[in-house]
């Protein structure tokens, strides 16, 4: 599943990777975080949630807090089987969704245009 769920977020139009501390893979659009990714086992995932959802996401077994940024409504997955993929991805596209909006209005219409030219 942790391949999948890495092209997946790959996959999203006008996404960057940078990977930090060896261990971790950042997920961007324009200049924002929207997801992070353990590359050792037990593949964590950390990423935004929208503000209604983030209680409701944390009640659920070894779903968390993100560490240093659940202030920012950030969840944490502590392993990449802990949800369903069907689900996990619907949440991922969520939050690239969430930080694609915060953009500035050209940015958010340059991703457009690259997603119907796509």
């Not at 596209?93 to 953009?103: F, G, S």
Request: proline content about 8%.
């Amino acid at each position: 599943m942790f391949d999948h769920t890495l092209d997946f977020c790959r996959n999203l139009p006008s996404v960057s990777t940078e990977r930090k501390w060896d261990d971790e893979l950042r997920f961007y659009v324009g200049e924002k975080l929207f997801c992070m990714l353990s590359m050792n086992p037990p593949h964590r995932i950390s990423f935004k949630c929208a503000q209604d959802k983030f209680h409701q996401l944390i009640s659920q077994p070894d779903i968390v807090p993100a560490p240093h940024l659940a202030r920012y409504h950030w969840v944490q997955v502590k392993q990449d089987d802990t949800l369903p993929e069907n689900q996990l991805h619907q949440l991922l596209q969520k939050a690239y969704e969430i930080t694609v909006n915060t953009l500035p209005p050209f940015e958010q219409e340059k991703i457009l245009n690259s997603r119907v030219h796509a």
